[in-house]
């Protein structure tokens, strides 16, 4: 049976590495990537207009919560 054991993602300027030997270790730092990449694509989707970020990240929010 395969663990994840490792997770490596590029999201932002600064690339980020999380290394685990244990997924429960890893979660917080994946469900935080989930809420800002939906944020900012709910913003993409706007039109790219300010003045609704707390919308956007509260849907975000939301929307990963859902995953759980």
């Given at each position: 049976?395969?663990?994840?054991?490792?997770?490596?993602?590029?999201?932002?300027?600064?690339?980020?590495?999380?290394?685990?030997?244990?997924i429960e270790?890893?979660?917080?730092?994946?469900?935080?990537?989930?809420?800002?990449?939906?944020?900012?694509?709910?913003?993409?989707?706007?039109?790219?207009?300010?003045?609704?970020?707390?919308?956007?990240?509260?849907?975000?929010?939301?929307?990963v919560q859902?995953?759980?």
């Amino acid at each position: 049976q395969a663990k994840v054991c490792g997770l490596v993602w590029a999201a932002h300027e600064n690339p980020e590495v999380i290394v685990a030997t244990r997924i429960e270790s890893v979660i917080p730092a994946m469900l935080k990537f989930l809420r800002q990449d939906d944020a900012y694509h709910r913003w993409k989707a706007r039109g790219c207009k300010d003045g609704r970020a707390l919308d956007d990240w509260l849907a975000a929010e939301s929307s990963v919560q859902g995953l759980l």
